[in-house]
Each structure stands twice: as C-alpha cells, then as structure tokens.
C-alpha cells in the first residue's frame, strides 16, 4: 500500500522560506509522477507543481514559476517542495500527490492522481 506522508509546514513571514517533504512508501516510484497541490479555504485543490520520478523532469505552474523548486532524492524515497519569496496568497493546506500511470505529459488534474498525503500547512503572514 502506498503511503505519502508530508512534512515541514508552518508560519513563515512574507518574503521567507519553507520546504516540504513527502515520503514515500509501499511501492516502486521509479515510473511515477509526483506532484503538489494545495488548498486554501473555500477554494479548489489547485496544481503547484509535479515531478517524473525516474527522469527528473518537472513542471511548475506559473503562480509559483521562479519562486518554487521541486526535486526528489531517490535513495530516501523523498520529493521536496523548496518554497521562496513566500507570499500570503500562498498560505494553503500543501498536499503531495502520485501518479502510477506512464503518460505524455505530467497530469494537472487532481483526477489523475492515485495517492495522497494527509496535507501540510502553510501559512504566509503580511
């Protein structure tokens, strides 16, 4: 069974720093996407950010393009969400999600993805 679980959330000043941790367990990571996503209150689920496992690559969305880095350590079976130039329209609930499926492009869609973590959070004060 695969398991997600996040960490490092907390309060951090406008202007600041974070990272997010999601480990992975209970399966072979090797083929799959992963991705964040976060929620404010009241609103949808939205896309921040995802990672191919095996090669690499990754897709931010524009919101957080230049501000926000993904990146996984294989032998710790970790993706990491390093969060800069923090602001207080980013203060969400951070969710690390996996995708099993091979396919073209990395999936936005929160449908697509089979496994989520508990959620951390994350709030920017002004």
């Known amino acids: 069974q695969v398991q997600l679980v996040e960490s490092g959330g907390g309060l951090v000043q406008a202007g600041g720093s974070l990272r997010l941790s999601c480990a992975a367990s209970?399966?072979?990571?090797?083929?799959?996407?992963m991705a964040w996503f976060r929620q404010a209150p009241g609103k949808e689920r939205d896309f921040v950010g995802a990672i191919r496992w095996g090669t690499g690559s990754t897709f931010s969305a524009d919101s957080v393009k230049g501000r926000f880095t993904i990146s996984r350590d294989n032998a710790k079976n970790t993706v990491y969400l390093q969060m800069n130039s923090l602001k207080p329209e980013d203060t969400a609930v951070y969710f690390c999600a996996a995708d099993k499926d091979l396919r073209w492009t990395i999936p936005k869609n929160k449908y697509d993805y089979d496994y989520w973590g508990q959620g951390a959070q994350v709030t920017v004060s002004s």
């Open positions: 209970g399966g072979t990571f090797s083929s799959y996407t």
